[in-house]
Nanobody
Framework: QVQLVESGGGLVQPGGSLRLSCAAS????????MGWYRQAPGKQRELVAD???????SYADSAKGRFTISRDNAKKTVSLQMNSLKPEDTAVYYC?????????????WGQGTQVTVSS
């Protein structure tokens, strides 16, 4: 059973930066494509960025050029560096293993970390 613990969220002004981290337990992490997802109030959870076991990355259009996903397999962590934040980035952010078929998260969701972008 993999457990996921996200951290690093907070309140930031537009144009600011945050770095999110996700720590995973279990040995499955090193083989998994990991994704960062977010869910804003009243909206469905969406995939923001993902990174394969070989560290190949991809991004949603909304994140391209602003967010950078990375991973450390030895530490079993995946991070999301977020720059040039916008109010529309406000959401609870989660990490999870990304299903190769559906793109959805496949492990039990963690508690997430709240990101609020506001002046």
């Amino acid at each position: 059973q993999v457990q996921l613990v996200e951290s690093g969220g907070g309140l930031v002004q537009p144009g600011g930066s945050l770095r999110l981290s996700c720590a995973a337990s279990g040995t499955s992490f090193v083989f998994a494509t990991m994704g960062w997802y977010r869910q804003a109030p009243g909206k469905q959870r969406e995939l923001v960025a993902d990174i394969t076991a070989e560290s190949i990355t991809s991004y949603a259009d909304s994140a391209k050029g602003r967010f950078t996903i990375s991973r450390d397999n030895a530490k079993k962590t995946v991070s999301l560096q977020m720059n040039s934040l916008k109010p529309e980035d406000t959401a609870v952010y989660y990490c999870n293993r990304k299903s190769p078929l559906t793109g959805a998260g496949t492990w039990t969701w963690g508690q997430g970390t709240q990101v609020t972008v506001s002046s």
